[in-house]
């Protein structure tokens, strides 16, 4: 009877250390699924993230406000379309746009080119009208 007993002393612990190794292998299962689920989201948000570019209207708010620094402006204006530009070996697309001020009591007209992806002015040219 003893030896039945431990018998089934030892099935029961041998079930339990199963159960235990099951439980583990599924917390380290769910465990992986959010690791792996967490570093997709985070890829794919920087992925489109680079991909986008800025709106035509911030763009021409943020040279406006550089140029608000230097003085009142008369007006501005900026192209809804990207063109493609290429400075050297440099390609990428960009909105053609222009402010208007008065300076020593004449209009004074800049034209520039933003780079559609970082707002950033790629070149400006000063014409006077």
Known sequence: MLKYKQVILCKERGMAMYEKEQINNFKGGIAIGIGIGLLSGVASTLLI???QSLSA???LQRIKKAFL????IEGSWISFEKQPVRK????TEGYNGGITRLEDNRLVTYEFLA?????????IN???V
Do not use: C, M, Q, Y
């Open 88 to 91: 050297f070996a440099v390609h």
């Open 126 to 128: 000063r014409i006077s």
């Open 57 to 59: 209207d911030l763009i």
């Open 69 to 72: 620094k230097e003085g009142p």
């Open 115 to 123: 780079d559609a992806k970082t707002g950033s002015v790629l070149d």
């Open 49 to 51: 993230k680079n991909k």
